[in-house]
Nanobody, 122 residues
Framework: QLQLVESGGGLVQPGGSLRLACRVS????????IAWFRQAPGKEREAVSA????????EYADSVKGRFTISRDIPNNAVNLQMNSLKPEDTAVYYC???????????????WGQGTQVTVSL
């Protein structure tokens, strides 16, 4: 059974950092493209970052470019999202998603995690 579990969310002050992890089970992370999305209260879901199953071609939304980094952790079968210089507007529930056939910020992903809350506030 395919499963994605996010972790690493929490409360952080503006300018701080968090590292989110998306651990996958039921499949090898190297054969699925993974993306991170976020959704803030009252707003539409936004694609934040994506990585092709090859581990190459990372993509970032303009709002996070230069601050967030997506990376793959093969030994732990996970994909991480390092978030630096966090801003209050980064506050949202963050989800990871997977697909074997499509990839990129605009793709429709097949499998989703339950999400982890990130709150950036004083």
């Amino acid at each position: 059974q395919l499963q994605l579990v996010e972790s690493g969310g929490g409360l952080v002050q503006p300018g701080g950092s968090l590292r989110l992890a998306c651990r996958v089970s039921g499949f090898n992370v190297s054969v699925y493209s993974i993306a991170w999305f976020r959704q803030a209260p009252g707003k539409e879901r936004e694609a934040v970052s994506a990585m092709h199953r090859s581990g190459l071609f990372p993509e970032y939304a303009d709002s996070v470019k230069g601050r967030f980094t997506i990376s793959r952790d093969i030994p732990n079968n996970a994909v991480n999202l390092q978030m630096n210089s966090l801003k209050p507007e980064d506050t949202a529930v963050y989800y990871c998603a997977a697909s074997r056939l499509v990839w990129g910020l605009s793709a429709e992903y097949d499998y989703w995690g339950q999400g982890t809350q990130v709150t950036v506030s004083l």
